[in-house]
């Protein structure tokens, strides 16, 4: 068994304590078992599991794994300590809020020989494998993914990183991408903001990809997509699957952990994650440049 602590009790921290009390069964997460979570706050016990320090997480050697799900600003530093503590570590996407910090904390892990990932749970979700189905084949000539979604609250970060999701969608769905814009409007009175960044694929089709925030706005995803064989102007509509999002999550990472995932796929999500991680940077620069 591998014992695992919990930083950040928010609504993903309770998800991961959830889910690691009661594992898919037959499945590679019930390797894992929560010894206890980390807080700012003097929490009482959560779902019955124990509030511990951070000192004794880090010391502790029945804890192996740390689940990161702090607000996206203190990832970088939560996941250093326990890489740097020899612990295999899970983040909650965006790992970091640079390019560059994310490439040292995946040598990090490399120095130490424990596994370091990050959640992706929008490329688990059914919308998304019914989205990249109907791609599939399809040549795009040009598209617009439009988010829209309520006011984050402190401590996530520039768009283009909170937003990560999205953008990871768009380099799953249409390979890897450079930025040739991006303009960020700011309403601060009305708590709005709208980043709009321009795209572009290796073989130079246009792509635009908008984060929209305000109180009260809903949370959508619209798409168009101009192909070849003509236009996809909705995501198609998906089932939702039988697995929650964040087991599935739980299991490719434990899965990762039992030495079950092979060494290309490793290193296909590590590119995918630093290429994204890279994007969001880029654009952060050009609206604030
Ligand atoms: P959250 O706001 O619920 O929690 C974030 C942090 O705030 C946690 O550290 C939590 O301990 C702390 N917190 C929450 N309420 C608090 C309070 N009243 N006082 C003091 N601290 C408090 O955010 P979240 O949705 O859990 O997101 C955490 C991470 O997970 C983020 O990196 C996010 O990008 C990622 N994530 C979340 C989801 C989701 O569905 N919630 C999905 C994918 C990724």
């Not at 930083?7 to 690691?20: F, H, L, N, P, Y």
């Not at 019955?48 to 607000?71: K, Y």
């Not at 984050?152 to 283009?160: A, D, T, V």
């Not at 290193?267 to 609206?287: S, T």
């Amino acid at each position: 068994m591998l014992g695992a602590v919990v930083i950040g009790i928010g609504t993903a921290g309770c998800v991961r304590i959830r889910d690691m009390l009661v594992p898919l069964r037959g499945s590679p997460a019930e390797k894992l078992a929560v010894k206890g979570f980390i807080s700012r706050r003097s929490l009482e016990p959560q779902q019955g599991v124990s509030r511990i320090s951070l000192e004794e997480a880090l010391g502790r050697d029945d804890v192996h794994v740390a689940f990161i799900c702090t607000e996206n600003m203190s990832h970088e530093d939560n996941v250093r300590m326990f890489l740097q503590a020899q612990k295999h570590v899970c983040v909650e996407y965006p790992m970091t809020m640079s390019y560059k910090a994310a490439v040292e904390l995946w040598n990090l892990a490399e120095e130490k020989g424990v596994i370091l990932h990050e959640e992706h749970i929008e490329l688990l979700t059914e919308e998304y494998k019914e989205l990249k189905r109907e791609v599939e084949g399809k040549t795009l000539q040009e598209g617009t993914l439009h988010f829209t979604g309520g006011a984050l609250k402190p401590g996530f970060g520039f768009p283009s990183f909170s937003g990560i999701a999205r953008l990871t969608w768009l380099v799953e769905l249409f390979g890897e991408l450079s930025v040739s814009a991006a303009t960020l409007e700011e309403d601060p009175a009305n708590s709005y903001s709208k980043m709009t960044a321009k795209l572009l694929t290796s073989d130079n089709r246009s792509l635009t990809w908008i984060e929209e925030r305000q109180p009260g706005l809903p949370r959508a995803k619209n798409i168009n997509f101009q192909f070849d064989s003509g236009p996809l102007t909705q995501i198609p509509p998906a089932p939702r699957g039988t697995v929650g999002l964040f087991m599935q999550d739980l299991i490719h990472f434990s899965a990762k952990l039992a030495g079950q995932v092979s060494p290309e796929e490793l290193q296909r999500e590590r590119v995918r994650v630093l290429h994204c991680l890279e994007l969001a940077g880029k654009i952060q620069e050009l609206c604030q440049g």
